[in-house]
């Protein structure tokens, strides 16, 4: 299985993070450790890897650090507070996949870049924010910062009110020159975490934007843009199902995107879930992708063998 | 002056910051510009360019939103905040001085990466934490966090109490072959943010330590392991000067780093001001280093062309 091309891997922010413990410390690497082992597997398999991640739980503490300390010194804004994730995150991985690789003798080099990812201004996720971020409000607390930060707000059932922000769908990888130059040097790149920091371009300049785009249609994107021929997703179950939950839940091991896309219609995958995944998925195969690999840490290694996980290819 | 080899720049991260805003807002913009029109002329004279940056405001602001949230969630370690710092700043630093590049119509790939800059275990820095960082706090606050979080507190005649963390000397930038792949291929890059994540091996493993790598030292580190022949230090002043703030004080031109290292041992320069950036200086001297330039945003251009700022040569 040597030489199979570049492959891009998007990793879930939820498998990254101990929620008991801040995010440098020894059993966050712990937590890291176990991705971090497929991955340096994958990057000896395929002669080059470029790793993407979320950042949902990571980019929440920001928006509760940033509120904490507001009366002190100013608010970054959103773009700023996913560079921060990508940063800390980007730290973290590279620290640890640098352990893995080193304790198997492997030297492959290692590098973690901020990543900006281009969307348009006149993107309809502008005018209809959807995805819930940071902490949770009282009611009077939120019509306090709708009025006084313009935030939109929405009650999620039962549990309080948060901000929604736009979830525009990404058109350009900034830094795309230097993501292929490193790959072409059998580098291991992570990048574009978080979906990338949200920019749109205004005549010469780009500008950030308070919004999260969905870290698996960046990646696609990437992994699309570098002619990577494998795209894997990292999510929290082995498999991608049908009729999930239910008594006749099925997984499904091998199909084409004609085949999913299928299910998709009729209603199988969840929204804000394993939908977006699949959306992502068809996309890249869309765009001349080979094969999209979808399955949970542990299983990855296994599912690019086609002996675990959900793989979909193009026909 | 196309061609003139290699060339590491560092930029002061208190030219990067405008207290009176959010790091990702226009007038942090308007601060970052004046650098970057700088950096982009330097970039097209010299065909590629590291830059490196200070972050002391910036992890300042770090550490006060961790504080002030930790009642809510776990603080990151120091290593996790200079990691964050590297993404904000990188992040501001790509955006803009991609800007100044489009208008020029200039295409060079630009990248920020999260770098870290390995120490040893066995510094005498350790035991000797002499470096202040973050917020001030009242004499009763400061025992209590002595007492509670172990740390290590000094007063700052009249303004308070301060931690104090020890500034470890650099020794390896374990993202070294990466920075050197990306410069090879003629682009930018922004990288050693902060003097780097301070990070000490332990066997076959890095680990980061609460500590503040002096970044003028790191980049100096960095610019000899690239083979860079020039060194340029971006800081508050535009030349160096002996008799500092004295009636006769007078500003120096082209130096040796012999005659520099005279004025140095005669008490000329600053502890903690210029004294640590005329050593790092000397240091990248005696190890191969053509020149150091020191001066101010918007006179390194003519710094370069030895028509401003201070030149120090090996001989």
Known sequence: MKNTGRIVVAIGGNSLINPGSGRGN????????????ELAAIAD????????????????YELIRNAQADHIIPRDGMDVNVAATQGIIGYL???VLGDVLEELGKNIPISSLITQVEVKADDPGFKNPTKPVGPFYTEEEAADRMKSKGWIMKEDAGRGWRRVVPSPIPKKIVELATINSLVEAGQIVICAGGGGVPVVREGKK?????AVIDKDHASALLASKLGAPTFV???GVPEVYINFGKTDQKALR???AKEIKKYMDQGHFAEGSMKPKIKAALGFLEH???RVVISSPGNLVSALKGEAGTTITAE
């Open 254 to 256: 091998a199909v084409t």
């Open 26 to 37: 020894r059993d966050t690497h712990e937590v890291a450790r176990a991705v971090c082992e």
């Open 233 to 235: 997703i990292s999510t």
């Open 206 to 210: 780009i500008r950030g934007v308070a």
């Open 288 to 290: 001349g992708g080979f």
């Open 45 to 60: 398999i395929f002669g080059s890897l470029v790793v993407t991640h979320g950042n949902g739980p990571q980019v929440g």
């Open 93 to 95: 991985l590279q620290q």
